[in-house]
Structure formats: C-alpha cells, structure tokens
C-alpha cells in the first residue's frame, strides 16, 4: 500500500488569522494543494493526515467547528476528484506531555497500525520540523514543503542546523506531488 503523511496546517491549507484555522471560513486551501491529492489519489496513493490540534485541548474550538472544517475540506476536494483517506490529530497542549503530538510519533505510527504499512514505506511531507521529525522516528522518507511555517526556505538551500537527514525540499505540495509521481513512473534499472 502507497501511503502519503501529510500535516494539514501551512501543507494543504493556509494558516489562520492567528496562525490556525478556527473556523471552516478560516479553512482556504493553498493554490495547487487540491488538485495534487487529486493526483496522487489517481496514481494508487492513499493520503492521510497527521496534524496537531492543541486547541481542541484548550476549548479554543469545539468538535463540531473542528468537524466542519474537515467537511468543507473533504467536499473541496471530492469537487477535484480527491480525497483524504483519514485525519489522525493530536487534541493535547504542548504541555499535556502525551506521545501523539508530534515530534512524538504517536500518530504516525497509529497511521502505520492502521494500514498495515512499515514506516520505511511511507512518504511523510509537511511545512514543520516537527512533522518531520515524527516522521524520522518512524523511519520514513521524508519531505519538506516550502509552504506555511517553510515559506521562507526554498529548495537547493541548505537546510538549518537540527533538521533530520535525508529530508528532500520541494516548493509545495504540488511540487511533491510530480517528483514524487515521476519517481514512481520511472522505470527500474
């Protein structure tokens, strides 16, 4: 099974006002990020996210908005011919100390359990070191997206001090998405 790990906040979607969405009106996609799941569903790739969500944990929004918001976000892109297989979300405060909140990799190795897949076989790619940091410790390929939190990198730079190995930039997730599919279409040698 091909598995895509993607953080949702500054990868699919712009950040809110208060850098998080807390509302479905807060939820915008970012330009090409729709129609990249698209792709990727199209090639055989199931995509999952993986996101923290502390303000759950702080009241700052209710189930009901936080459902609303991933509605809006499932039927924006069933309009693209996408989907998203699942969201796994981490509701705790940084200060809760629980192992799903990434760096933590709780939540990918939840995703790992849940479709049978081995971390080493998984693409994880997202804008945060934190994202990739839970991917490292899954040992899976992983993937930095110059979006959101990354805005300001950009790919052939080196990355800053403290970033796992082996991490390949792309511009956003559209970027991924054609390296990534192109890999694929690549014949053997």
């Known amino acids: 099974m091909k598995i895509v790990i993607l953080n949702r906040d500054g990868t699919i979607n712009a950040l809110g006002s208060d850098d998080y969405v807390a509302s479905p009106d807060d939820w915008v996609a970012l ?30 929004i209710d189930m009901a908005t936080f459902n609303a918001i991933h509605a809006k976000m499932h039927r924006q892109l069933a309009a693209v011919g996408g989907r998203i297989d ?18 933590a990799p709780g939540l990918l190795e939840q995703i790992c359990d849940r479709y049978g897949v081995d971390g080493k076989d998984t693409q994880v790619a997202g804008n945060c070191l934190v994202h990739l940091q839970a991917g490292a410790a899954i040992g899976a390929q992983l993937h930095l997206l110059c979006t959101g939190e990354s805005a ?15 991490v390949r930039v792309h511009a956003d997730l559209a970027a991924f998405a054609d390296q990534l599919l192109r890999k694929v279409a690549a014949p053997s040698a």
């Open 31 to 60: 330009p090409g990020a729709l129609e990249a799941i698209s792709r990727l569903n199209r090639a055989g790739w199931h995509v999952v996210v993986a996101s923290n969500q502390p303000g759950l944990g702080r009241g700052m």
């Open 152 to 166: 300001g990198m950009a790919p052939g730079q080196p990355l800053p001090p403290g970033w796992p190995e082996g």
């Open 86 to 103: 699942a969201v796994f979300y981490c509701p705790h405060a940084p200060d809760e100390a629980c192992t799903c909140r990434k760096p």
